[in-house]
């Protein structure tokens, strides 16, 4: 049976339940505790899993085939990942001395993961932790008037594609094809415009404030704040400037109608994740699932060693509708 550690029932816990005794097959652990797994995960917004004793990515994939059938290829991601597995991968590509923000997995894409599985094969010696922050609650801290502009605008993400920040054409879309990646881009909303020296610049506009398909909360789904510039250290946007000049960033974010969004508001947003946010050190062997519309997660700065994997399932459109009584701006744009 599973035995229940500690319960916050206000944000998405890390609800966590422990094993006493490691399956004698964690990756069949699943055929067993799948089922009560996932409904804890739409209970709870987070489960933690304790004790598996999860040792390689070919355990991981099959747990995680076991838990949500096949899961979902990554397309659009900013950063470059590893690919350990059919729709496994490792942990985004980041500098291990640099916290990665709060953000909702691929919150920009048309269709991104309603679930994600992590794994952590090896933990670090310090920090590293995948925190969590209730979409709900960061929604509630946040100023009403900022809620309501991001709510009837939507947000604004624009991207440069080059080979020497975040990722490239072909770690983002699969391809370098130019067709190919126009074919993607208009079929997922996405603004191109490739730049005389042959980089890509895109644009997308995305809802900020979506309602849960399931449990009908309202939760501030975005990635405005992480893909901001002023999330990034002063000196590196400083660089990015002066190398790529301030329309040739490699993402920024926007209102979406087009106005910037100003340090202080990106400062505050911060500030709200911070405030809901809930933090458990990993330890080899353990597996998280998180409801992606939910809880925002981020990766905290580490010392050491660290694998975690993670892969993405049960994909969703995650497009609120307007309100009957207050058309949307998207709707008219």
Same mark, same amino acid.
């Given at each position: ?12 816990a ?13 990756a ?20 933690l ?22 899961p ?21 590509v980041?500098?291990?001395n640099q916290?990665?923000?709060m ?30 922050a ?12 900022l809620?309501?502009r ?5 947000w604004?993400? /624009? *991207? ?5 920040? %975040? =990722? !490239? ?7 370098? $094809?130019?067709?190919? #990646? ?23 506009r ?9 449990s ?6 975005n ?10 250290a002063?000196e ?11 329309n ?9 109608g087009g ?7 990106? /400062? *505050? ?5 911070? %405030? =809901? !946010? ?7 062997? $353990?597996?998280?699932? #998180? ?15 660290r ?14 509708p307007?309100s ?10």
């Amino acid at each position: 049976m599973l035995s229940t550690l500690f319960r916050r029932p206000v944000t998405p816990a890390p609800l966590t339940i422990h094993e006493s005794a490691a399956p004698p097959d964690p990756a069949a652990w699943p055929d067993s505790y799948g089922k009560e797994l996932l409904d804890l995960v739409a209970a709870h917004g987070a489960v933690l899993v304790e004790g598996l004793d999860l040792r390689d990515a070919a355990g991981v994939e099959a747990v995680v085939r076991r838990t949500t059938g096949r899961p979902v290829r990554e397309t659009e991601g900013f950063a470059p990942r590893e690919t350990r597995g059919e729709g496994l991968y490792s942990s985004a590509v980041w500098p291990a001395n640099q916290p990665m923000c709060m953000h909702h997995e691929l919150s920009y894409a048309r269709r991104c993961p309603g679930l994600l599985l992590f794994a952590c094969l090896e933990a670090p010696t310090g920090g590293g932790a995948t925190a969590l922050a209730d979409a709900a609650a960061v929604l509630e801290a946040l100023p009403a008037a900022l809620v309501e502009r991001f709510a009837e605008e939507g947000w604004l993400l /624009e *991207r440069s594609y080059n080979d020497e920040i %975040g =990722a !490239t054409l072909s770690q983002a879309f699969g391809t370098e $094809d130019r067709e190919a #990646v126009d074919a993607y881009c208009r079929a997922n909303d996405i603004e191109t415009s490739w730049q005389p020296d042959g980089t890509l610049r895109t644009r997308q506009r995305r809802a900020a404030v979506v309602r849960h398909p399931v449990s009908g909360l309202r939760c501030w789904f975005n990635q405005i704040a992480f893909l901001s510039e002023w999330t990034t250290a002063p000196e590196v946007r400083e660089f990015l400037i002066e190398e790529y000049g301030p329309n040739g960033l490699p993402f920024t974010t926007r209102y979406g109608g087009g106005d910037p969004v100003p340090r202080d508001v990106v /400062e *505050r947003i911060n500030e709200a994740y911070e %405030g =809901a !946010t809930v933090r458990r050190p990993w330890r080899a062997g $353990d597996l998280m699932l #998180v409801d992606n519309l939910r809880a925002a997660h981020s990766r905290e700065a580490y010392t050491g060693p660290r694998d975690v994997l993670v892969a993405m399932a049960e994909p969703i459109d995650p497009v609120d509708p307007p309100s009957p009584d207050r058309p949307s701006r998207r709707a008219e744009a």
